[in-house]
């Protein structure tokens, strides 16, 4: 039976009478067969059951920890002759003895399934993981382009508006240049009429002096006339 429950009583039943020659050759098996220290070496225990790491290589020692199946441990003595070995279990980091026959080399083929399975389902999650980045990506991305078309729209409206406001100050400078030249042709109209004015007022003056002359001529012309018919 698996060394999964701890031993019943506490004393060991006395030991029957051996012949000598019998006696010899267990003394020889177990000289042969002593625990010896081994090379750091991976085991996994492989029993359906909780598997029992006690302190010492018999049932009659107190339990240190209960392993179960597929949990990885280093076997640091192999006791060939009581079929016991002193392990140290990887997740927790303690010492103790475990059967040497609930030991084996390889992760048993029902734990291997369970890790592939579980390698799978997070591999499932990491692909609905990839996946819903890559939708987001996607948005995100289609985001960008309707932000970069916003932008290259905007950039053209700042375009036009510039080249807008180039034109409006072309066309303030003409305004104010056409303005000037409006000023300055009615400052020379205003000048002008003046001068019309002086020329129509000394025309006037010099008709008005040339009449009074003429007028003047007339009337002596007249009395001449007159006086020499008298």
Request: proline share 4%.
């Amino acid at each position: 039976m698996l060394d999964t429950l701890p031993h019943r009583s506490g004393k060991a039943a006395p030991p029957r009478c051996l012949p000598l020659s019998l006696l010899h050759g267990l003394a020889l098996l177990i000289c042969c067969g002593m625990a010896a220290p081994l090379q750091a070496e991976t085991g996994y225990a492989v029993d359906d059951c909780r598997i029992l790491m006690r302190r010492g290589p018999e049932t009659r020692y107190k339990i240190v920890q209960m392993l179960k199946i597929g949990e990885e441990m280093e076997i640091l003595e192999d006791d060939r002759a009581s079929g016991w070995a002193r392990v140290r279990a990887t997740a927790s980091g303690l010492d103790g003895w475990v059967l040497r026959r609930l030991i084996s080399p390889e992760m048993p083929p029902q734990v291997q399934l369970d890790t592939i399975r579980e390698t799978l389902r997070r591999a499932e999650e990491e692909r609905n993981r990839l996946r819903s980045e890559n939708e987001e990506l996607r948005k995100r991305v289609g985001s960008q382009e309707k932000l970069e078309a916003e932008l290259t729209r905007i950039r053209k409206i700042s375009q036009n508006a510039l080249e807008i406001e180039r034109e409006n100050e072309s066309l303030a400078q003409k305004l104010r240049t056409a303005e000037q030249e409006m000023k300055q042709l009615s400052d020379d109209n205003r000048i002008l009429e003046r001068q019309t004015d002086t020329s129509f007022f000394l025309a006037g003056s010099a008709v008005l002096a040339i009449g009074m002359i003429s007028g003047a001529v007339l009337a002596r012309r007249r009395r001449s006339t007159f006086g020499s018919l008298e």
